[in-house]
């Protein structure tokens, strides 16, 4: 009964560390606490530390030598990176929920963009947890769990570096109808239409953040560079 509680309150802190790290409460690069985690009292180190072991293994987390476990802090190069693998999965679950697909599964996948439609309706940016939600039910629609649980790793990975950063309201408009054109393509069984909108649409996302990613880069350049330097010169 002990190693089931104890499982149970590891699984409560891996909830609560993932929505930190993915909403931008704990940001890119900033150290877990597990000091000042652990006074949570529903929280004890023992369920942190394998709750930090399970997020390590997901990529979520880090261990950096003298600093112990820290948020993944993506690169340019890791968002080319992760956008590769991820285009590959999710165009072939897309293909394969177009030929697949099951009514109930067509049915989630309108209900998960009605639910965004709402959301974005009250002028909020578009939810990870719905964006999430979208691009997993499209998963399961295809029929393929070890392609999930790939493209699930790697959909996370990708969140951690917008959750910091601010979403234009053209860009979460265009991904609205992008999620609603590819529902109706995998309704339809057009695989080809379904491949083609879900690889543009990625290509999309990469493009913004790493755009956004450079423009945050910038701005925090421009905040610490010094004032300007006085052009006059003193003649000896």
């Keep these: 009964m002990t190693g089931l509680v104890h499982r149970g309150l590891a699984g409560q802190a891996v909830g609560m560390l993932r929505e930190q790290i993915l909403t931008g409460a704990l940001p890119p690069g900033s150290r877990l606490d597990e000091v000042e985690i652990a006074r949570d009292p529903g929280i004890s180190r ?25 948020v993944f802090a993506a690169r340019p190069e890791d968002v080319a990176s992760l956008f590769e693998l991820r285009s590959a999965l999710e165009c072939a679950a897309a293909r ?81 109808a992008d999620h609603e054109a590819m529902t109706e393509a995998v309704a339809d069984g057009d695989a080809d239409l379904a491949v ?16 956004n990613m450079h423009a945050a880069q910038s701005e925090d350049v421009r905040g610490q560079a010094p004032g300007p330097r006085s052009t006059e010169r003193t003649v000896p």
């Design 96 to 176: 394969m929920a177009a030929l697949r697909r099951r009514p109930q599964e067509v049915t989630r996948l309108r209900k998960v963009c009605e639910r965004s439609r709402k959301a974005r309706e009250t002028g909020r940016k578009l939810p990870y947890d719905l964006d999430l939600d979208f691009h997993r039910s499209l998963m399961e629609a295809a029929h393929s769990p070890r392609d999930a649980e790939q493209a699930w790793l790697v959909q996370q990975q990708v969140i951690v570096p917008r959750s910091g950063l601010t979403s234009r309201t053209a860009h979460t408009e265009t991904s609205l």
């Design 46 to 70: 023992g369920p942190l530390r394998e709750a930090i072991g399970q997020l390590v293994s997901e990529g979520l987390l880090i261990h950096v030598p003298n600093r112990g476990a820290v």
């Design 196 to 211: 083609s909108l879900i690889k543009a649409h990625l290509a999309m996302m990469e493009i913004q953040l790493l755009q």
